[in-house]
């Protein structure tokens, strides 16, 4: 039986090497980081913005900071938001052994016990992330925004920036929604405190005008779980206003990212999930809460359903959101011509959207800094449609097998915890019912598994009381009974 972290470090390993990831980086790609020893230097033609008030938001133990973020209202009482993305490209070369090793991955893969990156850690945790008190050469992107929330100008540039605060969602979370004090890293800050309410008031407008336009209102109630200190911490992170912030941040800069080259005619992956074709049972589910929606599939409905059952019922809303998602279908890269209609993404009521704002951590992201760049530089595009075409369903493929390893692990470690609790009963909620079984999700600890007894009587929402029946922690199999 798997006991400790090392374990399910090499369980990892196993389901990464069955799902055609690579755990370790080969030889040659860590040669090439030995030659890597500064951070980019910037061109001559990028700009100095290193006065800006940058911050960066993120989990309390990230390491791999791909974003900051700033913005400013104007005398006209418009607010302009900038987002400054870590400059891989300049560091890591296509077709050179890092980049190759981060093609066949193309994302870094989070389990309980180790995080497996998609660059070596001098790199995504170091050289080319924007640390804190570090300036960094980064690609930024600037909006203008109209008083309802919409983009009115955008431009995208080379700067060097400077990191003044490293801050956590929770903390930061906690002090705009006005339930916490300040943090300390933002008093120490002259200046910084102004900046983020502008920031939280940018993200306000952003997300009332995505909601405008039918952008769906979901959450996830799927628990991070890691191990500390030998223990195994099952982490359900409310999502709340930091979240927000930097959620709305980043769709705006993928979008503008997404609509600047389609303007240029600079080919780019679109990231799309497309109109849902089990709209017919999202139709059902509604029906089950005594709802009505259309026959077809219309984004404005479906968020106002959503909208009403998370203020009618907060507590089973994630589950409801999490059968919701599955029924929408995965999200998938695809290039589009430029005469076409886009064929968009239904979940954010978006018609080009791209991956430009994690290259640390995304390659589809690199993908899109390297094409922009050398637009930029009046250079021919890094990638070929042919290239993007093929690029496109292998990153589509490698992120679905990246999930899978997460969820397996994520299911080991919390095998391994409840390995010893056979027989023990436990409260919790019908989260979903497919043509594979019926699961529930227990509330202590957060751990979803599938119920294999007495499941017929049962609707997704349910609450129930179950009893735990069996664990196999390689498999990640978790099994309850009524």
């Given at each position: 039986?798997?006991?400790?972290?090392?374990?399910?470090?090499?369980?990892?390993?196993?389901?990464?090497?069955?799902?055609?990831?690579?755990?370790?980086?080969?030889?040659?790609?860590?040669?090439?980081?030995?030659?890597?020893?500064?951070?980019?230097?910037?061109?001559?033609?990028?700009?100095?913005?290193?006065?800006?008030?940058?911050?960066?938001?993120?989990?309390?133990?990230?390491?791999?900071?791909?974003?900051?973020?700033?913005?400013?209202?104007?005398?006209?009482?418009?607010?302009?938001?900038?987002?400054?993305?870590?400059?891989?490209?300049?560091?890591?070369?296509?077709?050179?052994?890092?980049?190759?090793?981060?093609?066949?991955?193309?994302?870094?893969?989070?389990?309980?016990?180790?995080?497996?990156?998609?660059?070596?850690?001098?790199?995504?945790?170091n050289l080319t992330s924007l640390n804190e008190k570090e300036d960094r050469l980064?690609?930024?992107?600037?909006?203008?925004?109209?008083?309802?929330?919409?983009?009115?100008?955008?431009?995208?540039?080379?700067?060097?920036?400077?990191?003044?605060?490293?801050?956590?969602?929770?903390?930061?979370?906690?002090?705009?929604?006005?339930?916490?004090?300040?943090?300390?890293?933002?008093?120490?800050?002259?200046?910084?405190?102004?900046?983020?309410?502008?920031?939280?008031?940018?993200?306000?407008?952003?997300?009332?005008?995505?909601?405008?336009?039918?952008?769906?209102?979901?959450?996830?109630?799927?628990?991070?779980?890691?191990?500390?200190?030998?223990?195994?911490?099952?982490?359900?992170?409310?999502?709340?206003?930091?979240?927000?912030?930097?959620?709305?941040?980043?769709?705006?800069?993928?979008?503008?990212?997404?609509?600047?080259?389609?303007?240029?005619?600079?080919?780019?992956?679109?990231?799309?999930?497309?109109?849902?074709?089990?709209?017919?049972?999202?139709?059902?589910?509604?029906?089950?809460?005594?709802?009505?929606?259309?026959?077809?599939?219309?984004?404005?409905?479906?968020?106002?359903?959503?909208?009403?059952?998370?203020?009618?019922?907060?507590?089973?809303?994630?589950?409801?959101?999490?059968?919701?998602?599955?029924?929408?279908?995965?999200?998938?890269?695809?290039?589009?011509?430029?005469?076409?209609?886009?064929?968009?993404?239904?979940?954010?009521?978006?018609?080009?959207?791209?991956?430009?704002?994690?290259?640390?951590?995304?390659?589809?992201?690199?993908?899109?800094?390297?094409?922009?760049?050398?637009?930029?530089?009046?250079?021919?595009?890094?990638?070929?449609?042919?290239?993007?075409?093929?690029?496109?369903?292998?990153?589509?493929?490698?992120?679905?097998?990246?999930?899978?390893?997460?969820?397996?692990?994520?299911?080991?470690?919390?095998?391994?915890?409840?390995?010893?609790?056979?027989?023990?009963?436990?409260?919790?909620?019908?989260?979903?019912?497919?043509?594979?079984?019926?699961?529930?999700?227990?509330?202590?600890?957060?751990?979803?598994?599938?119920?294999?007894?007495?499941?017929?009587?049962?609707?997704?929402?349910?609450?129930?009381?179950?009893?735990?029946?069996?664990?196999?922690?390689?498999?990640?199999?978790?099994?309850?009974?009524?």
């Amino acid at each position: 039986m798997i006991q400790d972290s090392a374990e399910l470090v090499r369980l990892a390993k196993q389901v990464m090497v069955e799902q055609g990831l690579e755990p370790e980086f080969p030889h040659d790609a860590l040669k090439q980081i030995q030659e890597i020893q500064q951070p980019a230097e910037p061109p001559g033609e990028s700009q100095d913005l290193t006065s800006l008030l940058w911050c960066s938001i993120d989990n309390e133990d990230s390491r791999d900071l791909d974003q900051l973020t700033y913005a400013q209202k104007g005398a006209n009482g418009k607010i302009t938001i900038w987002v400054a993305v870590a400059n891989v490209e300049s560091l890591v070369s296509k077709n050179s052994p890092i980049d190759n090793h981060a093609i066949t991955n193309t994302t870094s893969v989070y389990t309980p016990a180790k995080v497996f990156p998609m660059l070596p850690e001098n790199l995504s945790t170091n050289l080319t992330s924007l640390n804190e008190k570090e300036d960094r050469l980064a690609l930024v992107i600037q909006i203008e925004l109209t008083a309802e929330g919409e983009t009115e100008t955008s431009s995208i540039f080379q700067a060097r920036v400077h990191n003044y605060a490293q801050l956590a969602y929770p903390t930061t979370g906690g002090w705009l929604e006005r339930r916490n004090p300040i943090p300390d890293k933002i008093k120490q800050v002259p200046g910084l405190e102004q900046a983020l309410l502008c920031q939280h008031e940018a993200a306000q407008l952003l997300k009332s005008r995505r909601n405008q336009l039918g952008s769906l209102t979901l959450e996830s109630p799927q628990a991070e779980v890691r191990i500390q200190n030998k223990e195994v911490i099952f982490n359900m992170q409310e999502h709340q206003a930091a979240h927000q912030l930097i959620e709305e941040f980043m769709i705006a800069a993928n979008c503008a990212m997404a609509h600047t080259m389609r303007q240029a005619q600079v080919p780019f992956l679109n990231r799309v999930v497309r109109v849902p074709r089990y709209w017919d049972k999202i139709v059902k589910l509604a029906a089950t809460y005594g709802e009505e929606l259309p026959y077809q599939p219309n984004a404005n409905a479906l968020n106002e359903f959503l909208m009403k059952r998370k203020m009618q019922d907060p507590e089973t809303f994630p589950d409801l959101s999490l059968t919701v998602i599955k029924l929408l279908g995965r999200g998938e890269y695809i290039v589009e011509k430029f005469d076409a209609a886009p064929t968009g993404h239904f979940g954010l009521a978006l018609s080009d959207y791209t991956h430009a704002t994690a290259p640390n951590r995304r390659f589809p992201d690199l993908i899109a800094q390297r094409q922009y760049i050398a637009h930029l530089q009046g250079k021919k595009c890094a990638y070929s449609v042919e290239e993007l075409q093929i690029l496109a369903q292998h990153c589509t493929t490698q992120e679905d097998a990246a999930m899978k390893v997460e969820r397996h692990m994520n299911k080991s470690a919390a095998a391994m915890v409840l390995a010893n609790q056979i027989g023990s009963t436990f409260k919790g909620i019908i989260a979903g019912s497919t043509d594979k079984g019926t699961w529930v999700r227990i509330f202590h600890p957060p751990v979803e598994g599938r119920l294999i007894t007495g499941f017929r009587r049962f609707d997704v929402g349910d609450k129930v009381t179950v009893k735990l029946a069996f664990v196999d922690i390689p498999k990640g199999y978790i099994d309850f009974v009524t």
